[in-house]
């Protein structure tokens, strides 16, 4: 009996919940159906009304993602020294500009001094086995001089010459200028120069610092082609191409604006399922930096759609509206819009049938849904 009891209880609760949203529908129903606007002659004249019917227009499908931005490889660098040494100076901070060959450091380094000190010694013996290369050689060729003298002669050119070229190499990367070294001797101190243009994004050092071959002394990103990486999910990729339009905003500045292209499209599914699409922005921002988060849409080929101006639009609550002229001509009736892509203006109207042969206000809009709250409030 008590179970009988609670089931017709918890019938009755059921019942009352769904009369209320019953009646809840039927209320939404009706205010979206009722709300309407009628101005008196004086009204009329003084609101500048524009009326249109509804319109095809060439309107790209939108894609929303989102990505990060960033910079090629080859656009960011980390300098180190290929040996070890003591900062001397430095002359940048994070955040400066910096010129390709623009001096970062000076280091004091005993390696160096010994790496310079060598490649003289092994540039000025070339010379005389060189020449007693080319002695012997002739000496040879008269038979004069036996074989085995013209190949010992040889083979210690030989040995001197690569050695010399190898210790030229090694310099080159560290930067220095052999013939100025050749004319003016050992330099004591070793220039850390930038390998390109660009701003400075970290400093690891500092005066005193001990360094060797394996540390980061300074990290510099170009950002002349900062670039766009969007994540697209698998089921939209067949959608994508090369060379569609990308609206895109940081994820911290929604307000604010940039346009970039589809110019490459990824052919690996990562784990989540997406695909990377790399797009081109239409120009550098100074604003931007790698490792931004971003959102963006993607826009596909244009194609015929029912349009209205977006000015003709207003919300309320959760839901658009637009005003369209009634059974007389002070009359605006509230019509219901389920909204499409918007671009240059327009946006793409779904429901379209409900506005068929129906005359929309646009230029007015904002004039007619004052005097709708207006209306409501008394």
């Not at 101005?39 to 939108?62: A, D, F, V």
């Not at 784990?271 to 963006?296: C, W, Y």
Request: charge should be neutral.
């Amino acid at each position: 009996m008590k179970n009988i009891k609670n089931q017709l209880i918890i019938l009755v609760f059921l019942l009352a919940a769904c009369k209320q949203e019953a009646n809840k529908d039927v209320k939404s129903t009706e205010v979206a159906s009722t709300l309407s606007v009628t101005l008196t002659e004086g009204q009329l004249k003084n609101t500048e009304l524009q009326l249109i019917t509804l319109q095809k227009k060439l309107i790209s499908t939108e894609l929303k993602v989102n990505g990060v931005l960033d910079v090629p490889p080859q656009n960011l660098v980390s300098v180190s020294v290929a040996m070890n040494g003591n900062v001397a100076e430095t002359h940048v901070i994070q955040g400066t500009h910096v010129h390709k060959g623009q001096v970062l450091a000076t280091i004091h380094s005993q390696d160096f001094i010994n790496l310079q000190q060598e490649y003289l010694q092994n540039w000025n013996k070339l010379t005389l086995v060189e020449e007693e290369f080319k002695r012997q050689e002739t000496l040879n060729k008269e038979n004069v001089s036996s074989g085995k003298v013209f190949q010992q002669a040889n083979t210690e050119f030989l040995n001197v010459k690569n050695q010399t070229v190898a210790l030229e190499q090694k310099l080159k990367i560290l930067g220095v200028n052999v013939t100025k070294l050749k004319k003016s001797g050992i330099q004591s101190s070793l220039l850390i120069t930038s390998p390109l243009n660009g701003y400075v994004t970290t400093v690891n050092v500092n005066l005193g610092s001990n360094i060797t071959p394996s540390d980061v002394l300074f990290e510099i990103v170009n950002l002349d082609h900062i670039h766009a990486e969007l994540s697209v999910f698998e089921k939209d990729i067949l959608n994508i191409k090369e060379g569609q339009k990308v609206v895109f905003s940081p994820i911290n500045q929604p307000s604010e604006k940039f346009n970039a292209k589809i110019y490459l499209i990824n052919h690996k599914i990562n784990t989540d399922r997406t695909i990377q699409v790399h797009a081109h922005l239409s120009s550098n921002f100074e604003k931007l930096l790698p490792g931004m988060f971003i959102s963006a849409s993607i826009f596909s080929d244009a194609q015929n759609k029912f349009v209205i101006p977006d000015e003709a639009i207003f919300r309320i609550e959760n839901q658009f509206y637009v005003f369209v002229k009634g059974n007389t001509k002070n009359n605006f009736q509230c019509l219901l819009v389920k909204k499409g892509v918007s671009e240059n203006g327009f946006t793409e109207v779904l429901n379209y049938q409900q506005f068929e042969n129906k005359q929309i206000v646009t230029k007015g809009a904002y004039e007619l849904q004052g005097v709708l709250l207006n209306t409501e409030e008394e």
